[in-house]
């Protein structure tokens, strides 16, 4: 078991399996990224012995991230082979943040590895502001992806990062499109993590007044559900729909925090919003017996961090950590 000096169990790895991405959405990257060389990057093979080994510390789920996960080349040997964790029992639950770009391919072989969930990222439901936003991304592509999981049994929940200026005047509607469409509705703030071209203060929409615009349409009751993550739900009194929302800057949650996170070179951040971090890569290759690697696990576990300190405001225009997002997949 992986417990943390504040007595936090990490039962949860997320796992960013490339931080190159097909779209360059304007709150996470900028356009012009330099990315690893790939020469860097773990195999999949590696990736797999690493999420292993996580495993058999009490791991019980994982989820796949990025950068855009589905563009690793070759991304479905990792979920077959991290599927057999599924099967013996030892995983709960394997699963998968995306941009949909790539889901209408892989939906079906997703279902066949065992996902049963995936977390899909959109901001916005107006076609010209999608690729304002994304820069590079494609609505209709990402839309045949949705509707492709929905149609392979994938149970779909979308990721919005609230953005001034973009979907500040989108609200009800993409509480009311995911409703008709059945599937759960996450509101994130957005994070100070690595340089991008515009202005986060510029971007930041904080929660409080989503719920403010939501409770103009609907009555929002409190709702205890506990997914085991950072967001706090609602329910809306009228559709009995569920809304979830993830507060870094406008509340903090680190106290039931029970999450590290693994980059794709086999580095290992205890806490989204610090520095610090594990080498899991030198242990991994210096031998093919897992002693050392574990012992490393073990060791970056006592560092896990009491939480983060993100601030967006006009005298802290900078990041609070130079990483992007992409890094850490979320
Ligand atoms: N490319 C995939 C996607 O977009 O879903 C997976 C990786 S992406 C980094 C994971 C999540 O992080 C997405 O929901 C994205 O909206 C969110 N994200 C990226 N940068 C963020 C930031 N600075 N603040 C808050 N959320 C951010
Ligand atoms: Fe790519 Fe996801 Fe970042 Fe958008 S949020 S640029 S889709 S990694």
């Not at 719920?211 to 559709?239: C, F, H, I, K, Q």
């Not at 980059?263 to 050392?292: I, K, V």
């Not at 900078?318 to 992007?324: D, F, K, L, N």
Request: net charge negative; charged share 25%; with cysteine.
């Amino acid at each position: 078991m992986l417990i943390d000096p504040f007595e936090r169990h990490v039962s949860y790895l997320r796992v960013s399996v490339t931080d190159r991405c097909d779209f360059r959405c304007v709150y996470c990257m900028s356009e012009h990224m330099t990315f690893l060389p790939k020469a860097e990057l773990l195999s999949l093979e590696e990736l797999d012995r690493l999420c292993s080994a996580f495993i058999s510390l009490g791991v019980k789920k994982l989820r796949v991230s990025g950068g855009e996960p589905l563009v690793r080349r070759g991304i479905m040997t990792l979920f077959k082979s991290l599927g057999r964790h599924l099967d013996s029992g030892a995983l709960e639950e394997l699963t998968l943040t995306t941009n949909g770009s790539q889901l209408a391919r892989y939906a079906n072989e997703l279902v066949d590895y065992g996902v049963r969930r995936v977390n899909v990222s959109l901001d916005t439901l107006d076609e010209a502001n999608f690729v304002a936003t994304t820069r590079w991304g494609k609505y209709d592509k990402v839309m045949a992806g949705i509707e492709a999981a929905q149609a392979a049994g994938l149970r779909v929940k979308i990721n919005t990062v609230a953005l001034n200026g973009v979907n500040d005047g989108e609200i009800e509607d993409l509480v009311r499109w995911c409703g008709e469409k059945d599937m759960d509705l996450t509101f994130i703030e957005t994070m100070p993590m690595g340089e991008i071209d515009g202005d986060r203060s510029e971007q930041y929409l904080p929660l409080t007044q989503v719920r403010a615009r939501m409770a103009e349409t609907w009555t929002l009751d409190e709702n205890d559900y506990d997914s085991g993550g950072p967001a706090r739900y609602v329910t809306l009194r009228e559709t009995g729909q569920r809304v979830g929302f993830i507060t870094p800057l406008s509340h903090n949650f680190c106290e039931s925090c029970n999450r590290v996170r693994l980059t794709c070179t086999g580095t290992l951040y205890m806490c989204l919003g610090q520095e610090d971090a594990a080498d899991l890569r030198a242990p991994l290759r210096a031998s093919e017996d897992d002693a050392a690697v574990i012992a490393a696990i073990h060791e970056a576990i006592t560092r896990k961090p009491k939480g983060h300190d993100f601030i967006i405001d006009r005298s802290h225009l900078g990041p609070a950590v130079q990483r992007h997002m992409s890094v850490t997949g979320g």
